[in-house]
Structures are given as structure tokens and as C-alpha cells.
């Protein structure tokens, strides 16, 4: 009798987590993919979207692409999931059964909890988003522009950064950058959230007159008088607004009562089991850690659940731990980047921006397809 | 002898997470809450000593109280608004 | 012939899991005054660290630290 894994969600780590599982496990379980729409984006694809720098044509492929033939991939919208009775429900009626459940749902864009946002802000966080402020940018002639983060916690850290320091970039290139002011609108009291990289980053910004707005969370945006406001009080003047959107978790882990008030699940932070329900695992942008959520968490957390989960079914005690493992790369332009490397015992050394990190970036843009999903990046 | 207890709404581990960062956790945590929720934040980060008090002071909301303990500090935020 | 007594306090922190046993400490020392002493009982292995660590930190002299079935005893004497 095998046994029934069940995975909701078809991004990074859902694909890496059961095709690593049923290359350990073969006969012995039965791995199933469900996911909504069968198509698995490159997320880190959106943002050289927005620049111009890239289309949609490398950004999405077809799940059914990425998984190992024996993994089953069920196209459905998981709608509520019962711990008690081991069974996921579908949107569309069905359901299915499981003997260990791995949530790998990641976040969904919530950009109607900011009054405002929706029509006068632009984000780069959705495929459409990003292909809408490319038109924005298009007929851009110069103005104020600010960057910032309208909701914590967000995907990818870096982006922000990276959008402003880019973006600067491009504005030189048209001839647009004498008549624009660019100003990134930090949550914190620096540009970036690591300190060793902002000391990299911010020298970068200010040779380049990129003004840098500390503790300024995004609360509301006013369209008519083209205005952003601060939770600390303050307020800004845009005529090009680029906001990261608040996220939450997916609706099914808040259907469910699966969720902490956001929607996350809490996670175990080395087991990545939840923390009530013992079949259950989350990884990647689902759970309630507060570590970055990052394509790269997902990709190094589902080793860790697969062989947990692999343990549990031959009935061995696991032993596999997540250590807190990310690598983000953050891009500063002039074909330059750096590289965040870390873990829960050792911080990141960020090295000098180089052209070296950046082409490494782009050969990991163009190998991801070949490699990530299948676990052929150890 | 009488205790006035805080009532810790939530606990938020970030030690040994260089990013997002514990303050940067705590911020989300806040704009989630409701006014009047505590929240205890647990740091390894040196730079948390100030940064915390920083953006609590900015922001309006109470430090209620910053503990030292075994290689990481505990810092108890209340939302105050 | 003045006698003066310190405040003995007790603690119960049985059950709490890191960081409570320290946090609620340093709360209730705010009650003491200089001299006091304070019985704090834990059943959180990590609050042994702890109590040296933040004893140190804060200069509130750790008395005693032990153990018995499972349950730690961490004296402490108010600065």
C-alpha cells in the first residue's frame, strides 16, 4: 500500500519537492501536483518585463514539463484542506486524500488593501503588472518617480532596490534623466535590508542622485493630488508611482484555518513541518518565517521536506534540517551585480558589485528552466 | 506579590534571519495588528538595539521592554495606535 | 537590634517557552527593590543561557541555577 503525498502547488519548491520524492521513493507513494492553472512562472523574469528588458516568452512554461513522469499533476484550485479527515477539497468539487500534505502555495498580491493603489500605482509583482508599467515607462517623459513597499512581508527582497537602481539606468540611456527625480521609499532606515549591502548599495544611489526616504511604509495613495503617504506620518509627491503590493497567504490555507493573520502557515523552522499538524509540511513563500521569500528558500527547503517525508514513509526517524539557506543575487546595473549568500548561522559578506555576478544572474535566468525543477542545482 | 503580565499576542523568532530582519518582521507584524497587540521580537542582530527603538519611536508605538538574554535580545512592541 | 528581611519573590514560569521566562523576569524585578531576591521556576532548557546571559547584561547577580526533575530554579538578587 503506498503512500498518498500530496502537494499544493506547482511553483519551484512544490516541483523540486515532488520530483525528489519520487526519485526516492518510486513505487512506494503516490506524488501528486495540484495546482490552479498548470503553469509555472519565473518570477525573477517580471521585473526585466517591466524594464524592457526581456518578454513573456522565457517567463512560463507548462508544469507538465518540469515533473518527473511519475509525479501525477491534478489542475485544480485546492479550495479548503481538512487535517482531520486527510482530504484536500477542490473548488470545482472534488477532492482528494493524503497521507502527508506539503503546502507550497506561495503568496497572493493583495494591492486592494491600499487605498488608491489599484490604477494610480504600478507593480512589477504580476505578469500583467509588469507588462502595464512597461507601457507606463514607455510614455514616460520625466518626473518625480518613487519606488517603494506598500506591505511586509514581501517576495524578494531585492527588487525594490534593484527596480530603482535599473530603472536610474535606463533614464540616463533615454535622455530622460536630467528632467526625472528618482527616489526609493525604504521601510527601514536604509536602502536595503541586509547592512552589508546596503553599505554597497547606498554610495551606488547617492553617486547617482537617487534620493533615499527612510522608515516610509506605504499606508494610502491619493490619486488626485498624486501623493503617497507614510504608517509614520509622511507624505510624498509622485508622478510615476512603482509599488511592491501587500501579500498574503494563499485563500485556501485561510479557508482552512490553516493560516496565522496573514494567511502564512506557521512553519517549523528547521523541520518545516506546521506547527500543529505533523503530516503537514509548508515551504517557500507559505509559511510564517521570517526569512526572505525567495525562489532560492524554496529551492534549498524542499530537499529538506522531501527527505523528511521519505523518512516518515520507510519509517525511519528524519533527520534532515533546514538551516536557513538562501541565495539572492541583487542587481546594481551597469551590467553589474551582487550576491547575498546566508544562512540562519552565518550572515551574508556581500562582495563588490561585479560583472561577473551579473552574468551569473542571467546564465541562472536562461539555465533556470533546465535546471532548478529537476534538482539538477544541488 | 501582584504581576501586571504582558500579554504577548505574538512571538516573532528572527534570530539567525539576516532578511527580511527582525524590524522589518515586526513592521509587517505591526500593520497587521490591531491596536493594543504586543508583539515580542527576538534578535540575534547587533543592529537591532537601534534600529527597533528607531522606527518604534517614529512611528508612534511603545517599547514596553528590551530584555538581554543568551546571544540574541528580546524586544516587547506594543502598537500603540 | 534592626533586623531587615529581603523580599523573597517567586516566579512560576513552568510551561514557557523561550523568550517568556526572561521577559516575564524582567518584569517582575521592576516590582523589586535593591537587595530582593526573586525565585524563578522554568521548564524551557534554553532559559539557562538565558539567565546567565541577561544576569550578566544587567548586573542582577544569578544566585543559583538548578535543576530537579526537569524544572530549573534560577535565584536572583536585585541589583
Redesign the interface.
Known amino acids: 500500500m503506498d503512500a498518498k503525498i500530496v502537494i499544493l502547488g506547482g511553483g519551484v519548491g512544490g516541483t523540486l519537492a515532488a520530483n525528489l520524492l519520487v526519485d526516492a521513493l518510486g513505487d512506494a507513494a503516490t506524488v501528486t501536483v495540484v495546482d490552479p492553472t498548470g503553469m509555472h512562472a519565473y518570477q525573477p523574469g517580471f521585473l526585466y518585463v517591466a524594464l524592457g528588458q526581456a518578454n513573456g516568452r522565457w517567463l512560463a512554461r507548462d508544469e507538465r514539463t518540469l515533473l518527473h513522469k511519475r509525479v501525477d499533476l491534478v489542475i485544480e484550485t485546492a479550495e479548503r484542506v481538512d487535517p482531520g479527515t486527510r482530504t484536500v477539497r477542490f473548488a470545482s468539487g472534488g477532492s482528494i486524500a493524503y497521507d502527508y500534505l506539503v503546502l507550497a502555495t506561495g503568496a497572493r498580491l493583495v494591492p486592494e488593501q491600499i487605498p488608491g493603489f489599484i490604477g494610480a500605482g504600478q507593480e512589477f509583482y504580476s505578469l500583467t503588472g509588469a507588462l502595464r508599467l512597461r507601457e507606463e515607462l514607455r510614455r514616460f517623459r520625466g518626473g518625480r518617480v518613487l519606488v517603494g513597499v506598500a506591505g511586509i512581508p514581501y517576495k524578494c527582497p531585492p527588487a525594490p532596490v534593484e527596480f530603482t537602481l535599473l530603472l536610474e539606468e535606463q533614464l540616463r540611456h533615454r535622455g530622460l534623466r536630467q528632467r526625472s527625480e528618482v527616489t526609493l521609499l525604504s521601510p527601514l532606515n536604509r536602502a536595503f535590508t541586509v547592512e552589508s549591502a546596503s553599505k554597497l548599495v547606498q554610495p551606488i544611489m547617492e553617486k547617482r542622485g537617487i534620493k533615499l526616504s527612510t522608515f516610509f511604509n506605504v499606508e494610502a495613495v491619493d490619486p488626485t493630488k498624486g501623493t503617497v503617504t507614510s504608517i509614520e506620518g509622511e507624505e510624498a509627491e509622485y508622478d510615476l508611482l512603482v509599488l511592491v503590493p501587500p501579500h498574503r497567504g494563499q485563500s485556501v490555507i485561510e479557508a482552512s484555518g490553516l493560516g496565522d493573520e496573514g494567511g502564512w502557515v506557521p512553519t517549523d523552522r528547521n523541520t518545516l513541518q506546521h506547527r500543529t499538524y505533523d503530516r503537514i509540511f509548508a515551504m517557500g513563500d507559505a509559511t510564517d518565517l521570517p526569512i526572505s521569500k525567495s525562489g532560492s528558500t524554496a529551492h534549498f527547503e524542499a530537499p529538506i521536506v522531501a527527505s523528511r517525508i521519505v523518512s516518515l514513509v520507510k519509517g525511519t526517524a528524519p533527520k534532515a534540517s533546514y538551516e536557513g539557506r538562501v541565495m539572492c543575487f541583487l542587481e546594481t546595473g551597469d551590467r553589474r551585480a551582487t550576491t547575498l549568500r546566508f544562512d540562519y548561522t552565518h550572515p551574508p559578506v556581500p562582495p563588490r558589485p561585479s560583472m561577473v555576478w551579473h552574468a551569473a544572474k542571467w546564465m541562472f535566468n536562461r539555465m533556470y528552466w533546465h535546471t532548478v525543477p529537476q534538482g539538477r542545482v544541488p | 506579590m501582584t504581576l501586571t503580565e504582558t500579554e504577548v499576542t505574538k512571538t516573532i523568532d528572527a534570530r539567525g534571519m539576516a532578511c527580511p530582519g527582525p524590524l522589518m518582521t515586526l513592521i509587517g507584524a505591526i500593520r497587521a495588528g490591531a491596536v493594543g497587540d504586543t508583539f515580542a521580537v527576538l534578535s540575534s542582530d547587533a543592529g537591532s538595539k537601534t534600529d527597533i527603538p528607531a522606527w518604534v519611536a517614529k512611528a508612534r508605538h511603545e517599547l514596553v521592554q528590551t530584555v538581554p538574554a543568551d546571544g540574541y535580545s528580546t524586544f516587547i512592541v506594543r502598537k500603540a495606535r | 537590634m534592626t533586623r531587615v528581611l529581603e523580599?523573597v519573590?517567586?516566579?512560576d514560569v513552568k510551561g514557557l517557552q523561550?523568550?517568556?521566562p526572561?521577559?516575564?523576569t524582567?518584569?517582575?524585578m521592576k516590582?523589586l527593590v535593591s537587595g530582593d531576591l526573586i525565585h524563578v521556576f522554568a521548564t524551557d532548557p534554553?532559559s539557562v543561557?538565558?539567565f546567565?546571559?541577561?544576569s550578566k547584561?544587567?548586573g542582577n547577580e544569578l544566585l543559583e541555577s538548578s535543576a530537579i526533575d526537569g524544572v530549573f530554579r534560577f535565584v536572583l538578587r536585585k541589583r
Open positions: 523580599a519573590h517567586q516566579l523561550c523568550p517568556m526572561i521577559v516575564k524582567a518584569k517582575a516590582e534554553g543561557k538565558d546567565a546571559a541577561w547584561a544587567t
